[in-house]
């Protein structure tokens, strides 16, 4: 009898001890999920003031606000050498959890004219949250509201008009190319650290034009101070209706996008990957994000897993052709 109670004891205890365990594997979010055990470094690969810079401090701040993260996103602006001082750090920081980084369109012009020992293959993909707009902007005190107004000014300068734009071989220049390629036209590109300058310096006629992203000019828009003339989009924006696109104009094939997405080092495990995924899914969703997006003229385009990397591969091979057709490569 008294061997009987021992047994069933032991056999009390197993069934215990084993509904115990299989409840930590079937619980959903349980505690074998990973998570950060410190802030995560939220490189960005711009300087402070532009585009790049306020759309991180804003995911940011939604992270921390609706606590979709129980460590903080904490931004760090890496934007020298056009990113590559970025791209060197992420690369460098191979396998390290507690690291993303935010993106744009030099994560495929930097490397493809800088012998920087990255392949952007090797990243880890997070989300594509958006893809941003530009426009062809000047100083409301010009007499220029028409784009035939604006390349018979920069016609008449004989390659002395100053179009302001971030790093040469960025975005900003290969819009500018685009424009001297289509219409012949020459300009003087001067080349800031991030967009807010360029913007600053378009309202204080430091310069003469820019293809500033909406973000980055809203402020002085709304203000008066800085006029649109036109967008670089295929259809007319909402927060600028009366701004014509450059097909509506004739010039066809004019239209370019800035990605802004989010990658990791290269080597994270997939339990890394999945909870930054889940991260940005929900700030994707949030209500902040839509209406900044809404407002700020940026298109939502959720993109995640392999298919993203496939985004990235596939821009960097239009932005090579960009690129060599600027003379920047060969």
Partial sequence: MKEQMVKAKRW????????????????????????????????????????????????????????????????????????????????????????????????????????????????????????????????????????????????????????????????????????????????????????GTVAKNLIGNHIDSTVNNPSEQMGFFQAGKSRPIAAFTPERLEAFPDVPTMGELGHNNMVYFMQRSVIAPPGIPSDVQDFYVGVFKKVNDSAEWIKYTNDKSLGRAWLTGNDLTDFFLKEREVHRKLLMDAGEIK
Avoid at 122 to 149: C, G, H, M, Q, Y
Avoid at 152 to 169: H, L, Q, S
């Fill in 12 to 195: 009390f205890a197993w069934a215990i001890l084993s509904i115990f365990v299989a409840g930590l594997f079937s619980i959903p979010g349980s505690v074998m999920a990973w998570e950060p055990k410190k802030p995560v470094e939220f490189v960005i690969m711009a300087g402070q003031g532009g585009g790049a810079d306020r759309l991180a401090r804003l995911i940011q701040s939604i992270i921390a606000k609706n606590k979709f993260s129980p460590q903080p996103f904490i931004p760090i602006n890496k934007g020298g050498g056009s990113g590559a001082e970025a791209l060197r750090y992420l690369q460098d920081k191979k396998g390290d959890p507690h690291v993303v980084m935010a993106t744009l369109n030099s994560y495929y012009t930097t490397p493809l004219r800088s012998n920087i020992g990255v392949d952007i293959k090797d990243f880890t993909p997070v989300a594509r949250l958006a893809l941003d707009t530009f426009l062809l902007w000047v100083n409301s005190e010009s007499s220029i509201k028409s784009v035939d107004e604006y390349l018979a000014e920069v016609k008449k300068a004989g390659g002395k008009w100053k179009m302001g734009g971030t790093g040469t071989g960025q975005e900003d220049s290969l819009v500018t190319g685009m424009l001297e390629g289509r219409f012949g036209v020459k300009h003087t590109y001067i080349p800031f650290k991030g967009g």
